[in-house]
């Protein structure tokens, strides 16, 4: 069974840093995209990045591009994303996600597993 648990979440100030962390375990499939989401309340679900597990490219959306990385510590069984100079806007509670590997998951979507999230909030 796929199992996908997130933390790191919190309160910081703009400009500020967080490091989330996504414990993954259960993957029968070797290669697999591991990606972030976000949801803030009345908005529609966007990802904010995504790891591919064979050859490590990573993919962000303009938003957050510079400011957010996504890395893959295999021995760990964990994804992080770090993100940094954060924004009120980036508010939002936060999703770890898996798929088995396609050009779709590439672009947010054919992700079949998904964590509880973690809430996210910047104030400024």
């Known amino acids: 069974e796929v199992q996908l648990v997130e933390s790191g979440g919190g309160l910081v100030q703009a400009g500020g840093s967080l490091r989330l962390s996504c414990a993954y375990s259960?993957?029968?499939?070797?290669?697999?995209?591991i990606g972030w989401f976000r949801q803030a309340p009345g908005k529609e679900r966007e990802g904010v990045s995504c790891i591919t597990s064979k050859d490590g490219k990573t993919y962000y959306p303009e938003s957050v591009k510079g400011r957010f990385t996504i890395s893959n510590d295999k021995s760990k069984n964990r994804v992080y994303l770090k993100m940094n100079s954060l924004k009120p806007d980036d508010k939002a509670v936060y999703y770890c996600a898996a798929g088995l590997f396609s050009s779709a998951t590439t672009r947010g979507r054919g992700y079949s597993y998904w964590g509880q999230g973690t809430q996210v909030t910047v104030s400024t």
């Open positions: 259960g993957f029968t499939f070797d290669d697999y995209a």
